[in-house]
C-alpha cells in the first residue's frame, strides 16, 4: 500500500519536511513521488502540489494523521 508520510530532511534543530508518497514497507528516505513540503520553523509554510496529491489520493494513497491535517489545512482536501 501506498503512503502519503513525511521526510525529515535539515539540518540538526533546523527540520524541514517534504511531504513524499511512498510504500508503506520502504525506509524513510526511499519514495516514489514528491508532492510537497512543510516548513514548520518558517511560520508553519505548508506548499502543495495540488494536482499530484489529489492524484495519489484518487489511486488510493493514504496519508498518514500528519499529513491529513496538512493537506486539510492547505486545502487540498475538505
Do not use: S
Not at 506548499?47 to 492524484?55: G, T, Y
Amino acid at each position: 500500500m501506498t503512503r502519503m508520510r513525511l521526510c525529515r530532511m535539515g539540518a540538526k534543530k533546523q527540520p524541514f519536511y517534504r511531504v513524499v508518497v511512498a510504500d508503506q514497507r520502504t525506509a524513510r528516505n526511499a519514495f516514489v513521488d514528491e508532492v510537497g513540503y512543510y516548513n514548520p520553523l518558517n511560520g508553519g509554510e505548508i506548499k502543495f502540489n495540488v494536482e499530484k496529491a489529489q492524484d495519489w489520493l484518487k489511486k488510493g494513497a493514504q496519508p498518514t494523521e500528519t499529513v491529513k491535517a496538512l493537506l486539510k489545512k492547505a486545502g487540498v482536501t475538505e
